[in-house]
């Protein structure tokens, strides 16, 4: 259901009721006009993008719409147009290079969509036609084909099942590729259809194609020899869809309703919006100020030139005459062409290579987060998974984490702990103690050591084993369902099986929450065993190994707006009973006022302790009311429109004036280090938001128990509960609390700057700020009067200044709200969500990063994702130490990427003013190519994927490290300008050293001059030493790679050189180079230029390292830091210590 | 519907087709424990403190300032005399004994000018001296310029000889024939005529012996020039083809008198084609070498430049000059590099000092603070 209001945001179609009409097997029916065989679409599915047609084009529109690659196809296009000083291959080659492997790699995954695509397409499937049994390829079936699908096969299409093998006319399917649940579900015939296929004449009324996986409506029409048509409707559990797998079932036959794009696999294969880092969005920045410099560069030089030409004898001296071309060229198209050319000229200062390097770092980079064995989880023999290489930096920046509390802070494995009947408490403690097994520990009030009467504990065990929609697994494979795999949902998380083995016979129970499995087992531990079903009877054991057999009328399922689900049953003696468990919010309105009290002690005990608690009540239905409430159901049941709404009349009705029997515990125990990760991501400055589904108590109590509230931790309460307190408005409670919420934790607050209000000093009091769901919507989307944004923005301003906020009873959507809140208030921190249920998807996917717990709940979490890993633990590695180093070495990465070709250009540029602004470059147009390309892109590559300037232990152990990268620290203008400065400082020592040691060109000693050529190649030569020496100061962690690739290229530089100018090249023009670089050598003033330059520009960086030395001690040597250690002597403590020790001392805090 | 569809593929990380979604993307494998996959590669990380940088300052600049002195001693014992045949300044060059040749316009005169230009030597150069021809203001580093050479041509290339390549224009053809060495290097060649003359006390002239090879790159004038079809029977090659416009004489008659040094082997030539960096700018013209006595290559006294001025370099405001130097093993005569040296050098030595002092008196501060904690 949950899904239900997810796919909303998708599909929006949803309310356009409209249905179709498919014959079954084609065939016309009586009642109906003439056929007209309506229009479907056919079984293809297409999810490649290309053909081999339209590949070449399509693929070359697509990756020419990115900027970048427009933009320098755009330079080479110039180029190749305008005579530019440079050939077109300088910067065709490179471009040529990326759109290729860029091709390449799509084609490469276009052809195994394709591959993947005609595998399902091209499954041979059995249709029946005429009664015939034909084998047909899967994209020929049409809608109204009836299909044969045996065991263990895929469903090819979205069918309503006509008929199964099985004796009761269900099969089972698994669901395993559509939403990740593996366990079984049972799937209905269409009742009192013929047997005989070839004769049925029907046709299905159903609603348009439309994503939600769990909802289906439709109704089918049988003719039966010209009787009146018998109706019947049709619900999801009717349906089988395509992607899903028949199991446990011989073979059924079902009827194609919905085909190929849209069954509801494919329309439920929603592209995830691409997300961009942070770290793009600084590039791109950084990419208009290179621009700028790049276009105010050339309209210098373009300017200069006209006033230099402007002088008598300079523009065309006697020995440099134009050609007749260019004298006859408008002057203004000479200037725009001179422009143009400059442009092209300095145009490396913006490297197509930046961005393949930056995309290759990414993308290898990421492996090493599938590499990491520390990720690895034995119990489900899964390491991390990446779904996206985009955003590893952005790992890096978290601001805001955003966590579930189900299965992600907890671990939803839940235990029956204690239960509560008619008032008095039973603790399980050991099987031998009693005879019946019930122990009494203490009790609530001044009564103690008082039992319920035995009547009412086998009242409350029965209800317990009966009111789920837990199956039995047995050893024989032969597992009856109680009922349609409805999705479960106690705090709204969807279930995977929580398959625990049994004891004794049973081979363990299925069911779609644990927490149903859990009181199954509870009551097993009281003697009360739950055997199974039996045709529509419930069979349970009870106390004296009796079996009770209850036939089982209803079940009216669990949802997330009621919070409870029913069954009635009828006994042997012919009673119709109505059981009911749900949340007490949702009971103690429902039962009879006195008895209430005796039980809500015992459940906000058992709250505040950190156990989920469900109330559980019965009824005794009489005659009249049953077959009242039968009838309703049944009418809802077979509605075509709204019949959820109809359903829920229905269920509303029938569960009032229940009588209340007794609660439960079951305690969903905290995830390994739940504690600790929670206080690194503290310690780290992030700010840590719990959202759930669950009660508010039992949230807090998980808080505490995960740190993330302190006891010194002063809360600032804002739920219906504080809302409702004086009787008054709400909206007048709100706004009152709200400005005195603001006025304690905003206005109060010191003023302090906003790095030291991210510290951890105890001297501040830390504020938690807990609101509910109900609240939250009454700030998100208050009535339309002006206080609304006001709301929002004092919310806002007051969870800014917590340390943590709890916001307890979230519809999923609101989870998402809350996130998308966060990710565009002021300063947009960076937000990371991190859950592992359905219910999480929409936060997951409106984070900037998502992560995705590999939990018992099913994939769905995990496929949405950015990241997934197997635990919560986990976590802290994936921020603190690769987050950390990745955007460190993505944001060197992009600085020196930066820097490196500011300094290559700017000698270039400064040329101008020495050769008459003619646009002659410095470099030969092989270095020009080969600067980014060969010569200094695996250094920083390299670099950029093994550099750990801190080791990974110690970011771990100082959590406070991750705060030096924060707010996109190295990123920010000032690192640019830094630099920047650096750049253009080496660029003038280049060019102005090598300068004045040409003005006097005879540098060897033999006499001979050097010409414009060796000036350029020792220019270039002083450039990439430089620079790579650059990059082997920053490196901190030199491995044997680092070491291969920075002399490994200083080396290709001297050989290439050698070789390039050691040979007359036969089919070029020009042998500009031929032994410039070996006759640079020769001469000694080459040389000690050359090293006199690389020092110099050096001793800067030099001299900033040994300067800024504070860094020195929490580097990388090992001294732990007081702080962090004691954190750590703590840790185990709280890890050990059961759930909650500091109960109640929250509740002194709040303030109410 | 299917647009939407469509819309998903746009992000590229769908790992496979929607078919197989989720199934292929299950690793059931333990992550290898290798250094490398685990970003535990052995490494050596040196960490740059003012331990370790103190030292190397100091052996900077205990290296450089050495060397620095050293090539300052070096380049100033260099003699290096400069005589200007073109005068900057309008007033004074009327009295320039070139004035009236520099007044030249054009390529075209008959008749070639010639002036004498006196100078002494205050001191004897002893060793090979070098004479160079200097040019300012003559963007030899243009980008038209530079290009507007065909190396293939002169690397001897029959076909190229024959039809040079299109840089070249508009020094591509004349006459409706190839010109050979096309372009506008070669077809700017310097061409004027040095002949160097030592006043002997009692008056009389002596010319000077000046060598005319070595010049050139040794690459330069045995690979990458090469007459086509050999050195013989260059007339003959060389037929078909046109001179370039300004030159008076074609380049088979570059230099008559030796076959090696004739063409586009000729070593005026191939220092010429080897393009300045900067406008201002020296090229090597000729050698005048030791002699084996003890006597002084060039004694001081006085000298006589006889200049056959052809060159015209008014027009573009440019200045010629000649230049005598002496070479060492660091080249001609150039003090930047010395200075260069000798500041870096102090300057590191000077940080080096710096930073002992802060090293010293803030470093064992911020080593007790962290101790302390």
Redesign the interface.
């Known amino acids: 259901m949950l899904r239900r209001r997810l796919n909303r945001l998708?599909g929006r179609?949803e309310r356009k009721v409209d249905s179709r009409t498919i014959y079954v097997g084609h065939r016309p029916c009586p009642a109906t006009e003439a056929l007209i065989p309506p229009k479907f679409c056919d079984n293809r599915?297409v999810?490649?993008?290309y053909t081999v047609w339209n590949f070449l084009p399509k693929n070359l529109f697509e990756q020419f719409r990115r900027i970048a690659n427009f933009y320098f196809l755009i330079i080479f296009l110039v180029q190749v147009i305008v005579d530019t000083?440079t050939s077109p291959v300088t910067s065709g080659l490179p471009l040529f290079f990326v759109i290729t492997v860029t091709a390449i790699k799509?084609g490469y995954?276009d052809w195994?969509?394709?591959?993947?695509?005609n595998?399902?397409n091209k499954y041979l499937v059995t249709v029946l036609e005429d009664g015939r049994r034909a084998c047909k390829e899967s994209e020929k079936i049409k809608v109204g084909d009836v299909v044969e699908v045996v065991e263990d096969e895929t469903f090819p299409c979205d069918l309503i099942l006509l008929q199964s093998s099985r004796e009761d006319e269900t099969c089972f399917v698994t669901t395993?590729?559509l939403d990740?649940e593996s366990n079984h579900k049972t799937h209905y015939t269409v009742p009192d259809t013929e047997r005989n296929l070839e004769s049925l004449s029907a046709t299905i009324e159903c609603e348009q194609?439309q994503p939600d996986l769990y909802k289906f409506v439709g109704r089918m029409h049988i003719y039966r020899n010209n009787q009146e048509p018998a109706v019947r409707s049709l619900g999801p559990e009717n349906l089988l869809l395509k992607?899903a797998t028949l199991k446990n079932t011989q073979k059924i036959y079902g009827v194609a309703v919905y085909s190929g794009?849209?069954t509801k696999?494919?329309?439920n294969?929603?592209?995830?919006?691409?997300k961009r880092s942070a770290v793009e969005k600084s590039i791109n920045a950084f990419l208009l100020v290179y621009l700028c410099i790049l276009v105010s560069k050339a309209l210098v030089c373009t300017t200069l030139k006209y006033v230099w030409q402007n002088r008598?004898?300079?523009d065309e001296?006697?020995?440099?005459?134009?050609?007749?071309k260019e004298k006859d060229t408008n002057l203004y198209l000479k200037m725009f062409t001179d422009f143009l050319s400059f442009m092209v000229l300095f145009n490396f200062i913006i490297p197509v290579s930046m961005y393949v390097t930056v995309e290759m770092q990414k993308f290898l980079g990421s492996?090493?987060i599938?590499?990491?064995?520390d990720?690895?989880d034995?119990e489900i023999?899964?390491?991390a998974?990446v779904?996206?290489s985009d955003l590893n930096e952005e790992l890096g920046q978290v601001e805001y984490v955003f966590t579930d509390k189900t299965g992600t802070l907890t671990q939803n494995n839940m235990e029956f702990i204690e239960c509560c009947i008619d008032g008095f408490q039973y603790k399980y403690a050991d099987s031998g103690t009693e005879l019946d097994g019930f122990c009494v520990t203490d009790g609530p009030g001044n009564i103690l050591q008082q039992k319920a009467g035995r009547e009412k504990e086998e009242l409350f065990l029965r209800a317990l084993c009966l009111c789920h929609t837990v199956q039995v697994k047995e050893a024989t494979g032969q597992g009856d369902g109680v009922a349609d795999c409805v999705e479960d949902q106690v705090d709204g998380v969807m279930g995977l099986d929580g398959e625990t083995v049994g004891p004794a016979d049973l081979g363990g129970f299925i069911a779609s929450s644990p927490d149903e499995v859990a009181l199954v087992k509870g009551a097993m531990k009281y003697g009360f065993k739950f055997l199974g079903m039996e045709s529509k009877n419930m069979r349970v054991m009870n106390r004296n190994n009796d079996v009770e057999t209850y036939e089982l009328l209803h079940v009216l399922n669990f949802d997330p707006v009621r919070r409870r689900m029913s069954v009635i049953v009828r006994t042997k003696s012919g009673d119709t009973m109505l059981f009911c468990k749900g949340a007490d919010s949702s009971i103690f309105p429902r039962v009879r006022q006195e008895e209430v009290d005796k039980i809500r002690m015992h459940v906000e005990r058992n709250a505040t302790e950190g156990y989920r608690t469900l109330c559980v009540a019965y009824k005794l239905l009489s005659r009249e009311e049953y077959d009242q409430a039968d009838t309703g159901l049944r009418e809802a049941k077979l509605a075509l429109q709204d019949r959820e709404e109809k359903l829920m009349a229905v269920y509303n009705q029938v569960e009032t004036g229940m009588s209340l029997i007794g609660a439960t515990a079951v305690e969903d125990r905290l995830q390994e280090e739940a504690a600790e990760t929670m206080e690194a991501l503290q310690g780290a400055g992030m700010k840590v938001w719990v959202l759930t589904g669950d009660k508010m108590e039992t949230a807090k109590s998980t808080c505490y128990a995960c740190r993330l509230f302190q006891r010194s931790t002063e809360l600032l309460e804002l739920t219906v509960r504080t809302l409702v307190d004086l009787g008054r408005k709400r909206e007048e409670r709100l706004h009152e609390l709200l400005l005195d919420y603001h006025k304690r934790a905003v206005q109060d607050a010191p003023p302090i700057k906003a790095g030291v209000t991210r510290s951890w000093s105890s001297a501040n009091q830390d504020y938690g700020f807990i609101i509910d769901g109900a609240t939250l919507s009454l700030v998100l989307n208050s009535s339309p009067d002006s206080n609304s944004s006001c709301y929002k923005s004092l919310f806002l301003q007051i969870c800014q200044n917590c340390t943590t906020v709890l916001c307890c009873r979230m519809a999923p959507l609101q989870k998402a709200q809350i996130v998308k809140m966060v990710k565009n208030c002021k300063g947009s921190p960076i937000t990371l969500s991190i859950g592992d249920g359905a219910n999480d998807v929409s936060m997951i996917l409106e984070a900037h990063v998502g992560i995705g717990i590999k939990g018992r709940e099913g994939?769905q979490a995990v496929?949405n994702s950015d990241y997934a890993i197997p635990k919560l633990k986990h976590l802290k590695k994936l921020l603190l130490g690769h987050g950390h180093l990745y955007y460190v070495r993505i944001a060197h990465l992009v600085q020196y990427f930066f820097y490196k070709n500011l300094c290559f250009i700017l000698p270039q540029f400064l040329y101008q003013f020495?050769?008459?602004y003619?646009?002659?470059?410095l470099y030969d147009a092989a270095y020009l190519t080969m600067y980014n390309i060969c010569f200094t892109s695996m250094p920083i590559l390299a670099n950029s994927l093994?550099e750990?300037h801190i080791?990974?232990e110690v970011l771990m152990d100082n959590a406070a490290l991750y705060r030096d990268v924060a707010k996109n620290a190295m990123l920010g203008w000032g690192p640019f300008l830094y630099w920047t400065l650096l750049g253009v400082y080496q660029g003038l020592l280049f060019f102005f050293?090598v300068?004045?040691?040409?003005?006097?060109?005879?540098?060897?000693?033999?006499?001979?001059?050097?010409?414009?050529?060796?000036?350029?190649t020792i220019v270039f030569t002083v450039l990439v030493f430089t620079v790579t020496l650059k990059l082997a100061?920053d490196t901190?962690?030199?491995?044997?790679?680092?070491h291969f690739v920075i002399w490994g290229s200083l080396a290709f530089y001297m050989f290439f050189s050698f070789f390039w100018g050691g040979i007359?090249w036969p089919f070029?023009?020009?042998?500009?180079l031929?032994?410039v670089f070996?006759?640079m050598l020769s001469?000694?003033?080459a040389w000690?230029?050359i090293i006199?330059l690389i020092?110099?520009s050096l001793?800067p960086e030099?001299?900033l390292?040994?300067?800024r030395?504070p860094r020195?001690?929490h580097?990388?040597q090992k001294?732990p830091?007081?702080q962090s250690g004691e954190g750590e002597t703590q840790s185990p403590r709280s890890s050990a210590r059961p759930l909650l020790m500091k109960t109640f001392s929250d509740e002194s805090n709040t303030i109410l | 519907?299917?647009s939407?569809?469509?819309?998903?593929?746009?992000?590229?990380?769908?790992p496979?087709?929607?078919?197989?979604?989720?199934?292929g993307?299950?690793?059931?494998?333990?992550?290898?424990?290798t250094a490398f996959?685990?970003?535990r590669?052995?490494?050596?990380?040196?960490?740059?403190?003012?331990g370790t940088?103190l030292p190397?300052f100091f052996v900077?600049g205990l290296i450089?300032i050495p060397?620095g002195i050293g090539?300052f001693v070096t380049s100033n014992n260099i003699k290096e005399l400069e005589v200007t045949l073109t005068n900057y300044s309008v007033w004074l060059a009327i009295f320039h004994p070139c004035y009236n040749c520099s007044q030249s316009y054009s390529?075209n005169s008959t008749k070639p000018c010639t002036c004498s230009v006196p100078f002494s030597l205050d001191q004897p150069f002893e060793s090979?001296v070098?004479m160079?021809y200097g040019l300012s203001n003559?963007?030899?580093?243009?980008?038209?310029?530079?290009?507007?050479?065909?190396?293939?041509q002169l690397?001897g290339d029959k076909a190229s000889l024959k039809s040079p390549?299109k840089?070249c224009?508009?020094?591509r053809t004349s006459d409706e024939k190839p010109i050979a060495p096309c372009g506008?290097i070669a077809?700017?060649l310097f061409n004027d005529t040095l002949e160097l003359y030592y006043i002997d006390p009692n008056g009389s002239r002596t010319a000077i012996p000046l060598v005319k090879k070595?010049?050139?790159?040794w690459?330069?004038k045995h690979?990458?020039f090469r007459n086509p079809g050999g050195n013989d029977n260059l007339t003959v090659v060389f037929q078909g083809t046109s001179k370039p416009v300004?030159w008076r004489k074609s380049v088979y008659e570059l230099d008559p008198s030796d076959p090696d040094n004739n063409g586009f082997i000729n070593e005026d030539f191939i220092?010429w084609m080897?393009?300045?960096?900067?406008?201002?700018?020296?090229?090597?013209y000729r050698?005048i070498h030791k002699k084996p006595n003890m006597t002084p290559t060039l004694p001081l006294g006085r000298y006589i430049l006889e200049v056959t001025y052809n060159y015209?370099v008014r027009?573009?405001?440019g200045r010629k000059r000649m230049i005598l130097?002496t070479?060492?093993?660091?080249?001609?005569?150039?003090p930047?590099?010395g200075i260069?040296?000798i500041t870096?050098g102090s300057?590191?030595f000077f940080?080096g000092i710096v930073?002992l002092i802060?090293h010293h008196k803030y470093g064992n501060r911020?080593h007790s603070a962290?101790i302390r904690?």
């Open positions: 998708f179609d599915i999810s490649s993008k000083p799509q995954e195994l969509r394709h591959k993947a695509d595998e399902v395993a590729s990740g194609p992607g794009m849209e696999m494919a329309l294969y929603q592209g995830k919006s691409q008598p004898g300079q001296p006697w020995y440099n005459q134009k050609t007749q492996f090493f599938s590499w990491d064995k990720f690895f034995p023999q899964e390491g998974l779904n996206t994939r496929r020495f050769c008459g003619s646009q002659q470059p093994l750990q080791c990974m050293g300068r004045f040691l040409f003005s006097n060109p005879a540098l060897q000693d033999n006499g001979q001059v050097f010409g414009n050529w060796s000036y350029g100061m901190r962690h030199w491995t044997w790679i680092n007359i070029l023009r020009q042998q500009r031929y032994f070996a006759n001469s000694v003033s000690l230029i006199l020092l110099l001793l030099i001299l390292l040994v300067l030395k020195g001690p580097s990388r001294k830091v007081v | 519907m299917a939407n569809y469509n819309a998903k593929e746009e992000d590229g990380h769908q496979a087709a929607i078919g197989h979604g989720g199934a993307t299950v690793k059931n494998k333990k992550p290898d424990n996959k685990q970003q590669l052995p490494a050596w990380q040196p960490i740059l403190t003012a940088v190397a900077i450089f060397i090539l390529w090979n070098f160079y003559f963007y030899q580093n243009h980008r038209r310029y530079v290009k507007s050479r065909d190396d293939s690397n390549s840089e224009e508009p020094y506008a077809n700017s070595g010049i050139a790159w690459t330069d690979v990458k300004n220092v080897r393009t300045a960096a900067l406008p201002t700018f020296r090229k090597l050698i015209p027009s573009f405001e130097s070479i060492s093993w660091m080249g001609g005569k150039n930047f590099l260069a040296y870096v300057v590191c940080l930073l802060i911020n962290d904690s």
